[in-house]
């Protein structure tokens, strides 16, 4: 998987790309920007109740957390790249078809639900229009997550089927892993529309698979390969403070192991999972989302389908709300 990432890097960034080691003062640079962003993911919006069911993210970006010893398995970056350092929190929770039934839905989705925090970074290179992130993921999949209470106590407020199954989901194991992303702009035509590839991969105990796609956007916005997209500071001077903007990202991935469906590496106690040979190895995947915002604040709406992730399973959708803050 790593090859493929690497592979796809060259390819993306061009054969003329010079990579360094972080910390040398001739070739980056840690930005100043700091911000909070939270994004909130239900598919309650769309009248399902099944597969992902919801989720949450909470980002800090700060330039203190240049410092973290993490930063010195992250890879090398390319010559001249702008440095942004971040901590990202993860929850998701996964559900069978029905979760009114008491008993393992045999050849469903498993229950499932994990916290972990990417320790991760950013390069961005304004002039070679390319962006790299890569990422440790450390956290754990099982009942201490929190899933049956935070989604029985939401289904009570909301007057929804109590969910009966969350006493057969996967059980308790390590996330451990690495993930690695390449973003590089393709086309551009002025500040309003770009057209960007993209490579991804990751490996660990959670996910392991390698992807590739593409993004279009269309609108007022801060370029990525520029910035996190909110206009605030010094360093925006000169920059629209509006922003108003719609993108569309598809994505395919091959996929090597998915513990939600096959339960954790290390322990296998689980009382119910899907065989290797239930796994669907292939993915589609598009987001489309639409933005705005003002200087230091963004808020965005996305809508995400993917086609289905197992044998008899269904394709599913769902919605994220997310917000942006610099401070």
Do not use: C
Request: charged share 15%; proline share 5%; aromatic share 10%.
């Amino acid at each position: 998987m790593l090859r493929f990432l690497l592979g796809l890097l060259v390819l993306l960034a061009g054969p003329s790309a010079g990579y360094a080691q972080v910390g040398r003062a001739d070739s980056t640079r840690t930005s100043p920007d700091r911000l909070l962003a939270y994004t909130f993911a239900n598919d309650a919006f769309l009248r399902t109740d099944y597969y992902f069911t919801q989720g949450m993210t909470l980002l800090l970006v700060s330039p203190a957390l240049r410092y973290s010893p993490v930063n010195r398995i992250l890879g090398p970056v390319p010559r001249g790249s702008v440095l942004y350092h971040g901590i990202r929190l993860h929850y998701d929770g996964f559900t069978p078809l029905r979760i009114q039934d008491p008993f393992i839905r045999v050849g469903d989705r498993p229950y499932a639900s994990y916290i972990y925090a990417d320790l991760l970074r950013v390069a961005r290179h304004p002039a070679r229009r390319l962006l790299v992130t890569t990422a440790l993921h450390v956290g754990f999949i099982g009942p201490a997550a929190g899933a049956k209470g935070f989604q029985t106590k939401l289904h009570k407020w909301l007057g929804a089927p109590t969910p009966r199954g969350w006493g057969y989901q996967v059980q308790t194991d390590l996330v451990l892993g690495y993930e690695g992303r390449v973003e590089k702009q393709l086309l551009a035509a002025g500040r309003f529309l770009d057209f960007n590839g993209e490579a991804s991969a990751s490996v660990g105990t959670l996910q392991t698979y390698a992807g590739t796609g593409a993004t279009l956007r269309l609108g007022q916005r801060p370029s990525v390969f520029e910035s996190w997209g909110v206009v605030t500071g010094a360093n925006r001077a000169g920059q629209r403070q509006l922003q108003a903007y719609a993108q569309t990202q598809v994505e395919g991935r091959l996929v090597g192991y998915n513990a939600t469906l096959q339960g954790g590496l290390l322990n296998r106690h689980t009382p119910y999972v899907l065989p290797a040979s239930a796994i669907r190895r292939a993915l589609a995947r598009s987001t489309s989302t639409v933005g705005l915002g003002y200087a230091g604040v963004r808020i965005e709406g996305a809508l995400t389908w993917i086609s289905p992730e197992f044998r008899g399973g269904r394709s599913h959708r769902w919605t994220t709300l997310g917000v942006q803050v610099a401070f």
